[in-house]
C-alpha cells in the first residue's frame, strides 16, 4: 500500500518544492547572498498550477462521462476539490496562525499586536495580498515593521487561484467538449481539449501583459496582486496539455535547462523590475523541469532521490508557514535587529534556520499528514474549514481590538498631558526644567512610545481656526484668529509638523498664523503632482505686506537643496525685509537615525544619533555663510532634540518621531510638537513684539 502511494509522487516536483523553499528561506535570512531567491515563490506557483490543472481534468474527464445530472455532477466535483483543498492546507495554517497571535499578545508590543492581528484576519481569508498592495508594502525592500503573516501574500494568490481555475477549466472544458461533438465533423479538426488549450493560453498571455505593465507604472501593486501574478499558476497549467515529448534527448535535455533558469534567477537577478518579463526566467525554467519528466540515468530525477531533498519536498509547505514568523518575531523578542549587515547575528540566523526546520518537520509530521488523512465526507470538510477559520478570527479580532482601544486611550492620555501646564517634565517641556526634570534626553515610557505610528504629524490635537487643501497648497489658520498681529509661517512638511507647537504659541502670544505648507523656492523634491512652486510663490509675495512676520521652517538637507533653489530662498527673504516685515528662521528638527520611532522601542537600537551627521542645516549654515539671515534671526532648537553629542528619538517619556522606515524619518510627532510650544513662546515673546 505504501508504495502504490509513493509511486504517485514525482520526485522531481517534490526536488524543485524544495529548492523553491530553500531559496525562499535563505534569502530572508541572507537578502544579499542570494538576491533573488525570492523567486522561489514563483517556482511554487507554477507547480501549483500545474498539479491543480492535472487534478481538475482528472475531475472534467469524469464529468464528461456522466450521461445524465452533468451540472449536478460539476457542482459536486468542485466542493469535492474545495474539501481535499483545506484538509490539505487549513489546518496547518491556522495553528501557525494561532501561534502567532499567542506570541505576539505575549510580545506585549501594543502596535505590533494591532497590525499583526489585522493580516492574521487577512490571513486566514486568503485576501493578505490584496491588503498590502493597498497598504503599498515593498515585500522586496526588508522593512523592518513586517508583520509575522506578510508572507501569506502567496497563499492568498493561490487560493485565489484555486477558486477561479476549476470554475474556468470546467466550464471551457465541457463547451469545448460540446462544440467539439457538435460540429467536428463539419470544419472542427481539434478536439475539446485543445480548445480548452488555446483559451487558457490566450488567459495567460493576457494576464502576463497586464502585469508586465503593472510592474512598470506600480511596481509594490504588481508583486502582490492577483491579475499579475496569476499568469505563473496558469503557466503550470498549460503543462498538462502539452504532449508527452518523444525524443529523449530533448527530454533529458530539457530539465537540466530549467534548474540552469531557475538558478540563474536567484543567484544572477535581484528585485529591479520584478516581477514584470524577469519572472518569466524562473516559471519557464520550472515549467522546463516539469514537462521533462525523465527517468533516465542523468535526469534530473536522480539527484531528486537524496532524501534530505524529498525531506524539504516533504516539509516545504509548513516550512514556507514557520520560517517567517521566526525571523520576524526572534529579534522583537531579543531587542535587537535581524538584519544591519550580512555577517551581523550569524549564530542567531542560523538557531533560525534549524528551528524553522525542526518546526516544520513537527507540523508536517502532527497536523498536516494527520489532517490529510482523516477520511472526512465533503461536508465534513467545509466544516473543518470553517471552524479553523473561526478559530483564528475570534483570537485575532479580540487581541486587535484590545490593542486599538489601549492605543487609542493612551493616545488620548498623551496628548491631554501635552497640553496641560502643570506637566513641565513631560516631552520637550522637560529640556526647558533639567533642574526639576533631571536629564530627560533618551527617557522612554514604554506605552508612550507604542504610540508614536497613530501620532502622526498632521494631526492637530487642540482647539484651532481651520484647515483646506487648495490646489497650490495646503494651508491652515491657527491661534488667535481674533488677532490683529498676523504671522505667515512657509515650508514644506517640516513645517507642518511644528502646527500644534504654532497653535499653542500663537493663543498664548495672542497672534493669528497663517501655515502655508508648500514653499515659494526650486527644490529637488518638487515632484508631486499638485506642487506648483510659482503659484505659491507668486501667492506668498502678493501676501507678504498683510503680515508682520514671516516664520520659516523647511528640510535642509543638502540633498534637499539644488543651488537655483538656494537663490530662491534669498529672493523671498529680500522681499520679506523690503516690506519691512521680520524674519525668523527655524532650525531644522535632526533627523532620527535608523533608531527612530517604533524601531527605537522595538530593537532596543540605541534610540539616538549623531548630532553633527554629515548634511545636516545646510540650508541654515549656507544663509548665515553668505550673511543672508543674522543668528539673532534663528531659532535654535538643538536643546529640544539634542545633549551636547547626540540627538535623542524619546525625550521626557515622548516619542519624537512618529514613525521610521530603512533610512530614518525626521517628522515629530503630534504631541512633541505640541510640547514644544512652551519654548516658542519664550522665543517669539520678544521677537513678535518688538
Partial sequence: MKKSVKSKVRLD?????????????????????????????????????????????????????EKKHRFKHSVSFLFAFYAKRIKRLAPAATVLLLAVLLAVFALGKLSVEQETSTQVIRSSLFVQNWYLADQAVDYLAHTKDATAVQHFWSLSVEEQFYMIWPLLLLVSGLLGW?????????????????????????????????????????PAA????????????????LIVFLPKIKHKDLQL???????????????????????????????????????GASDSKYSVNRLSRFRPIQFLGDTSYSLYLWHWPLIILVPLFLGIDLQPTEVSYLWLKSLVLVASLVLAWLSYRFVETPARKLKLSTVRSWVLGVTCLILVLLPAQMIGSYASDYLKT?????????????????????????????????????????????????TLIADYGWCRRTNI????????????KKVLAIGNSHNQQLANAYNYMSKR????????????????????????????????????????????????????????????????????????????????????????????LNHNLGCKTDKDYEGRDFLLRTLLRDKSIGRNEVIYTDK???????????????????????????????????????????????????
Avoid at 502582490?224 to 503557466?235: D, N, Q
Avoid at 534626553?441 to 505610528?453: D, E, M, P, V
Wanted: net charge positive.
Fill in 473 to 484: 497648497a495646503f494651508e491652515c489658520e491657527l491661534g488667535d484668529l481674533k488677532s490683529d
Fill in 13 to 65: 516536483i517534490q526536488a524543485m518544492r524544495a529548492l523553491a523553499v530553500m531559496a525562499v528561506v535563505i534569502y530572508h535570512l541572507w537578502p544579499h547572498r542570494l538576491a533573488g531567491g525570492f523567486m522561489g515563490v514563483d517556482i511554487f506557483f507554477v507547480i501549483s498550477g500545474y498539479l491543480m490543472t492535472l487534478s481538475i481534468l482528472k475531475g472534467v474527464d469524469k464529468v464528461k462521462k
Fill in 410 to 458: 493612551g493616545l488620548a492620555k498623551m496628548h491631554n498631558k501635552a497640553l496641560d501646564d502643570s506637566e513641565h517634565c513631560f516631552g520637550a517641556k522637560a529640556t526647558l526644567n533639567t533642574a526639576l526634570c533631571g536629564n530627560p534626553y533618551g527617557k522612554i515610557n514604554t506605552i508612550y512610545a507604542q504610540l508614536s505610528y497613530q501620532d502622526l504629524y498632521e
Fill in 253 to 291: 535535455l530539457l530539465p537540466w535547462l530549467g534548474v540552469a533558469m531557475c538558478l540563474y534567477s536567484m543567484f544572477k537577478l535581484d528585485a529591479a523590475g520584478f516581477p514584470g518579463w524577469h519572472a518569466l526566467i524562473p516559471t519557464i525554467g520550472a515549467a522546463l523541469i516539469i514537462y
Fill in 640 to 690: 529640544l532634540f539634542c545633549d551636547n553629542k547626540y540627538c535623542y528619538s524619546h525625550i521626557g517619556g515622548v516619542p519624537v518621531y512618529f514613525n521610521n522606515d530603512d533610512v530614518g524619518n525626521s517628522h515629530i510627532t503630534a504631541t512633541y510638537s505640541a510640547t514644544m510650544g512652551e519654548f516658542f513662546v519664550k522665543e517669539l515673546r520678544d521677537r513678535l513684539s518688538k
Fill in 509 to 600: 502670544l495672542h497672534i493669528r498664523i497663517s501655515l502655508i505648507t508648500y514653499y515659494p523656492w526650486k527644490n529637488m523634491r518638487d515632484n508631486s503632482a499638485d506642487y506648483n512652486h510659482e503659484k505659491v510663490r507668486e501667492k506668498i509675495l502678493r501676501d507678504i505686506p498683510k503680515y508682520d512676520g514671516v516664520i520659516f521652517s523647511h528640510l535642509e538637507n543638502s540633498w534637499s537643496f539644488p543651488q537655483d533653489g538656494v537663490d530662491d530662498f534669498k529672493e523671498v527673504l529680500k522681499v520679506v525685509r523690503d516690506n519691512g516685515k521680520k524674519v525668523i528662521y527655524i532650525q531644522d528638527v535632526p533627523y532620527s537615525g535608523i533608531g527612530g520611532g517604533q524601531l527605537c
Fill in 178 to 218: 460540446a462544440i467539439y461533438k457538435r460540429a467536428k465533423r463539419r470544419f472542427l479538426k481539434w478536439g475539446g481539449r485543445n480548445l480548452v488549450f488555446a483559451a487558457m493560453t490566450l488567459f495567460t498571455a493576457a494576464a502576463f501583459i497586464y502585469g508586465y505593465f503593472l510592474t512598470k507604472s506600480n
Fill in 222 to 237: 504588481a508583486y502582490f496582486v492577483t491579475p499579475a501574478r496569476i499568469w505563473e499558476l496558469s503557466l503550470g497549467g
